[in-house]
């Protein structure tokens, strides 16, 4: 008989990643495609939905033209972006663009919104305690999350608010493409707060804050808990991707929770870090908490009474791909092939530690942790006439590790306890030095995943296999490898103490210049 194995998806910034994942956890087979993002002057940041389906349903062809058997698919998980709003008609049609969890068009209604005569971090007093308390969390000033995406929709754009049946999660929007039915769950719904996510909270959207937020409740996709099975691969779904039908489709979580799982440190305060389009640094913790100055908190997890550290560096890949697409003269193509990457990489190990002294801030998009400020832009500093390329590349490498430095003297603070190890997942995590540059400036051990920028991949299907009752957590953590381990060298640690500490003033010096420059 045929190795049972599920369809997992994750559904990056980047594009969809469609795997077919053991239950043991072995990738059989796995294909990536490309989706572009719109950028507009006004902040706005799109997807269109329709290309995230093209893309899964060829990445699914070519996982079966490489030999998987479709009839021993047992499963679909999903997993990806998340805090993006797909505006879904009545005929399950996208009637306008994704807005992507970077785009922050609605930030002065949110600021209005959210803000008062008497304003903290952005909040008026009873907002901030109102949401706090029972969240955890709140919405973001900034507008760059699902409610200035819904203030958006329905001030700027009325006509197509008129025509939204409902606002989806992207990883909803999947669910509801796989079965028909559009729900969503605790996890997915996060960065909306409108759920009660204390220990012994009630089940279901909390009502005060759906009436604080302005949300119509109606747009809203049914709740269900963490965990559960929308239903079976529809019919003509089935039959469009050569699946079986009936084929159960788990509800979608974050990419946080299935990085979770797919770097294998589920221990209390076992810590990891993505190297992705973002950036983030979480563990698991037993309290419920929130750090507003530094935007950093506790999110519900995948066990009863725990909670995942949640923040985001809006850009750390990204980074690279943007120095290449734009710096990168001898190969002007916008392609993902790993040889230029790998050229990069290369150049940058010619360069010395510290770039000779260039230092590159990597907000290309504003940031959100541990600063939420969305007009602060990416720069080069400290170029001379001995600047070379390799120093610009090697620059970027080290800039988004100063930048997970920044965060991680956040995260410690917030967890109230050092963390030693921390393993590394994400396309970045794919290269060695880049790996070396974090453990030098977090001056960690860091331990890389096995197949780094599938580790999410593998979250998914392994949290599939774990609501359908096959394994625990334990038993999924045990199924990831690690490949690599990296420990700090000391010397190039004294290199960068001092470097690092002149990248935390920059922001304190530069703030004022980027909001006046981008007002």
């Given at each position: 008989?045929?190795?049972?194995?599920?369809?997992?998806?994750?559904?990056?910034?980047?594009?969809?990643?469609?795997?077919?994942?053991?239950?043991?956890?072995?990738?059989l087979a796995v294909a990536h495609r490309t989706v572009a993002t719109?950028?507009?002057?006004?902040?706005?940041?799109?997807?269109?939905?329709?290309?995230?389906?093209?893309?899964?349903?060829?990445?699914?062809?070519?996982?079966?033209?490489?030999?998987?058997?479709?009839?021993?698919?047992?499963?679909?998980?999903?997993?990806?972006?998340?805090?993006?709003?797909?505006?879904?008609?009545?005929?399950?049609?996208?009637?306008?663009?994704?807005?992507?969890?970077?785009?922050?068009?609605?930030?002065?209604?949110?600021?209005?919104?959210?803000?008062?005569?008497?304003?903290?971090?952005?909040?008026?007093?009873?907002?901030?305690?109102?949401?706090?308390?029972?969240?955890?969390?709140?919405?973001?000033?900034?507008?760059?999350?699902?409610?200035?995406?819904?203030?958006?929709?329905?001030?700027?754009?009325?006509?197509?608010?008129?025509?939204?049946?409902?606002?989806?999660?992207?990883?909803?929007?999947?669910?509801?493409?796989?079965?028909?039915?559009?729900?969503?769950?605790?996890?997915?719904?996060?960065?909306?707060?409108?759920?009660?996510?204390?220990?012994?909270?009630?089940?279901?959207?909390?009502?005060?804050?759906?009436?604080?937020?302005?949300?119509?409740?109606?747009?809203?996709?049914?709740?269900?808990?963490?965990?559960?099975?929308?239903?079976?691969?529809?019919?003509?779904?089935?039959?469009?991707?050569?699946?079986?039908?009936?084929?159960?489709?788990?509800?979608?979580?974050?990419?946080?929770?299935?990085?979770?799982?797919?770097?294998?440190?589920?221990?209390?305060?076992?810590?990891?870090?993505?190297?992705?389009?973002?950036?983030?640094?979480?563990?698991?913790?037993?309290?419920?908490?929130?750090?507003?100055?530094?935007?950093?908190?506790?999110?519900?997890?995948?066990?009863?009474?725990?909670?995942?550290?949640?923040?985001?560096?809006?850009?750390?890949?990204?980074?690279?791909?943007?120095?290449?697409?734009?710096?990168?003269?001898?190969?002007?193509?916008?392609?993902?092939?790993?040889?230029?990457?790998?050229?990069?990489?290369?150049?940058?190990?010619?360069?010395?530690?510290?770039?000779?002294?260039?230092?590159?801030?990597?907000?290309?998009?504003?940031?959100?942790?541990?600063?939420?400020?969305?007009?602060?832009?990416?720069?080069?500093?400290?170029?001379?006439?001995?600047?070379?390329?390799?120093?610009?590349?090697?620059?970027?490498?080290?800039?988004?590790?100063?930048?997970?430095?920044?965060?991680?003297?956040?995260?410690?603070?917030?967890?109230?306890?050092?963390?030693?190890?921390?393993?590394?997942?994400?396309?970045?995590?794919?290269?060695?030095?880049?790996?070396?540059?974090?453990?030098?400036?977090?001056?960690?051990?860091?331990?890389?995943?096995?197949?780094?920028?599938?580790?999410?991949?593998?979250?998914?299907?392994?949290?599939?296999?774990?609501?359908?009752?096959?394994?625990?957590?334990?038993?999924?953590?045990?199924?990831?490898?690690?490949?690599?381990?990296?420990?700090?060298?000391?010397?190039?640690?004294?290199?960068?103490?001092?470097?690092?500490?002149?990248?935390?003033?920059?922001?304190?010096?530069?703030?004022?210049?980027?909001?006046?420059?981008?007002?």
């Amino acid at each position: 008989m045929a190795e049972p194995w599920i369809l997992a998806v994750d559904l990056g910034t980047g594009g969809p990643k469609t795997g077919a994942v053991t239950l043991s956890g072995e990738l059989l087979a796995v294909a990536h495609r490309t989706v572009a993002t719109t950028f507009s002057e006004d902040g706005g940041a799109v997807q269109n939905p329709r290309d995230w389906w093209e893309g899964i349903r060829e990445g699914v062809a070519d996982v079966l033209g490489s030999g998987v058997p479709a009839g021993a698919a047992v499963a679909v998980g999903i997993t990806g972006q998340w805090g993006s709003t797909v505006p879904v008609g009545a005929d399950g049609e996208a009637v306008a663009p994704c807005l992507l969890w970077s785009d922050t068009r609605g930030r002065a209604l949110a600021a209005q919104r959210l803000g008062g005569p008497i304003s903290i971090v952005g909040y008026s007093p009873g907002n901030l305690l109102g949401w706090l308390r029972v969240t955890g969390g709140a919405p973001s000033p900034g507008g760059a999350d699902p409610l200035g995406h819904h203030l958006y929709l329905a001030t700027r754009e009325p006509d197509v608010y008129a025509r939204v049946e409902t606002l989806l999660e992207p990883l909803d929007y999947l669910g509801m493409r796989f079965t028909g039915r559009r729900a969503a769950t605790q996890a997915s719904m996060i960065l909306s707060w409108l759920t009660d996510n204390r220990p012994r909270g009630q089940h279901g959207y909390h009502p005060a804050l759906v009436r604080r937020s302005g949300r119509d409740v109606a747009k809203l996709p049914e709740l269900l808990p963490t965990g559960s099975v929308l239903g079976g691969l529809q019919a003509a779904v089935a039959l469009e991707l050569g699946l079986p039908q009936g084929v159960p489709v788990v509800a979608g979580i974050p990419d946080l929770h299935t990085a979770y799982i797919g770097s294998g440190a589920v221990a209390p305060y076992a810590g990891h870090i993505t190297i992705s389009t973002s950036s983030w640094i979480g563990c698991e913790v037993p309290f419920k908490r929130t750090d507003v100055l530094h935007q950093v908190a506790s999110v519900p997890g995948l066990r009863p009474g725990s909670y995942l550290v949640a923040n985001n560096h809006e850009t750390a890949g990204v980074c690279l791909q943007w120095l290449r697409r734009s710096l990168d003269s001898s190969n002007g193509t916008e392609d993902s092939d790993t040889a230029g990457y790998e050229r990069l990489i290369a150049l940058a190990s010619t360069a010395p530690v510290g770039s000779g002294g260039v230092l590159f801030t990597p907000w290309l998009n504003g940031e959100r942790s541990p600063v939420d400020d969305r007009t602060l832009r990416a720069a080069f500093l400290n170029i001379s006439m001995t600047t070379e390329r390799a120093h610009l590349v090697r620059a970027v490498l080290e800039g988004v590790a100063f930048n997970a430095r920044w965060l991680f003297d956040s995260v410690e603070r917030f967890v109230k306890r050092p963390m030693p190890v921390l393993r590394i997942l994400g396309g970045g995590a794919v290269s060695d030095l880049w790996c070396q540059i974090h453990a030098d400036i977090l001056d960690r051990r860091i331990e890389r995943v096995a197949e780094p920028m599938y580790a999410n991949l593998r979250g998914a299907a392994l949290f599939a296999s774990m609501s359908l009752g096959n394994i625990d957590l334990a038993g999924a953590a045990s199924r990831v490898r690690v490949d690599a381990t990296f420990d700090p060298d000391p010397r190039a640690h004294r290199v960068y103490e001092p470097i690092y500490s002149e990248y935390r003033r920059l922001y304190h010096r530069l703030h004022g210049v980027y909001a006046r420059l981008n007002a």
